[in-house]
């Protein structure tokens, strides 16, 4: 179908794909909310929040109603335009980067392929990194705009902290980069797609990118951005009612978000471990594979998530300048240490 | 100077992090096997309002005042339980038993009146120990909630014991948890 030179089923496929994977995040952050309650609750030999529904499986839509019906305040002295642009953009944000994951192997529906992924760029990974980056905003706006010092300090903290630790992040990458030669997310999961997936190369450019990956999202232990018992509860103090939400919810969805993008880049991504997708393809379609490699890749991000809820009920939060010990003393340094002796081998194995 | 309490202290170690303590991973690791431990252990919560609690043998909730076996109060309105309450938080006003009242009251006199303010009351279980004619009791049961102050005065007729002539159900099990006391099981 063109119309005025314009392939419709293919925009309108997209926006399909667009409101599936922002409606999947949304729920899939809401019910993080409820699954970290339950870890809590499990590693601290509770039981959780069970009274709404079913196990409790209704408390998010309980905490969401809440939050919508909480009384909604602006402080005097702060500049409102910013002060709403806060929590909106750590939400656009957060919600952005899932457009360049390929969420699973493409679908055949009628004559058309159609890839599980909403842009394939061939600087598929580069935009994830720049819009995560535009994460700092959020937090920076929020804090500075509610005309507070302990939220322009926490804020401040927050900024620091994510800066620093994206540095390493971004080192510990290029190892992966060097590995597959592509930026393009799609080529980075294809690669490892019938072959060894790049965590057994890269143990511990993982391990790096995952303590990276819980400071940019302000997970604990490097949660000092919003410390909500001791540090005066960080730069969204000033938030109420469901601008507060928002800002919690791209938490969630910056966690879901990460889980996926740790999947993707060291763990195969949609790739189901000891099967060839292309085998079963033959005998139950590939419609059907293309959902069986979407689950994949979620139970892969979800169990990243668990780890994140495991982490924070473990250990304490760090000290900023323990925090800024680690990002600069410890994780640069090695990151630069791993890319320096991945290219070496590289080089030493196409000789 | 120190006072050794148990034999489980531990003095504590100051030494400097060692190279790979300071990496933190291998203690994190040890730190979420034991979380991870916790997880599957078995849980202590009680879902209150279908589970409930065993209650000790001994507890002492709110107060009621009982009846001999032909439905007649026992109180005799000495005053001993207001005496022996620490926490001042009986009151009571004495009648005297008229002709024809015998059916209800078992003494000559009896307490026309008798409050207890159960937010002043510490459940000690004084009243109970002082009380010369078996007259009072702490049942297994809390004060339930209330929205003002003045609900948690108890009047006579909220202490009293259901009658076991007319209501003998109702006596029973008011009565279930003090016959138990008594007999020390
Ligand atoms: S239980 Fe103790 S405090 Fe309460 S009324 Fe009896 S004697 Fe007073
Ligand atoms: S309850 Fe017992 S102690 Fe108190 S006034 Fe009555 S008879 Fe006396």
Known sequence: MYLLAIDWIFIIEKLVLIAAIVTLSMVVAMYATYGERKVAAFIQDRIGPNRAGPFGLLQPLADGGKLFFKEEIIPLASSKFLFILGPLLAMVTALLTSAVIPWGSSMNIGSRVVPLQVADVNIGILYVFGVVSLGVYGIMLGGWASNNKFSLLAAIRGASQMVSYELAMGLSLIAVLMLTGSLQMSVIVGEQYNAVWNIVYQPIGFIIFFICALAETNRTPFDLPEAENELNFGYHQEYSSMKLGFYLFAEYINMFISGVIMATLYFGGYDIPFVNEANLAQHIGENWVALLTFLTLMAKALFFVFVFMWIRWTIPRFRFDQLMHLGWKRLIPLALLNMVITALVILWLKK | ?185
């Open chain 2, 1 to 185: 100077m120190s006072v050794q309490i148990t034999n489980r202290s531990k003095p504590v170690d100051r030494r400097p992090m060692n190279w790979v303590e300071r990496l933190y991973l291998v203690n994190i690791f040890k730190g979420m096997a034991i979380t991870l431990k916790h997880f599957f252990k078995k849980k202590v919560t009680i879902k209150y309002p279908e589970e409930t609690r065993p209650f000790s043998k001994v507890f002492r909730g709110l107060h009621i005042l009982n009846r001999d076996e032909e439905g007649r109060e026992k109180c005799t309105a000495c005053g001993l339980c207001a005496v022996a309450c620490p926490a001042e938080a009986i009151t009571m006003e004495a009648a005297e038993r008229q002709e024809g009242e015998e059916h209800l009251y078992r003494e000559e006199k009896y307490a026309a009146k008798y409050e207890i303010n159960m937010l002043r009351c510490i459940f000690c279980g004084y009243c109970e120990e002082a009380c010369p004619k078996d007259a009072i009791y702490l049942s297994q049961t809390f004060t339930p909630a209330n929205y003002q102050r003045k609900g948690f005065i108890y009047k006579k007729d909220d202490l009293l014991i259901p009658n076991p002539v007319t209501d003998p159900e109702g006596y029973k099990k008011a009565l279930g948890t003090i016959s138990r006391e008594k007999e020390g099981v």
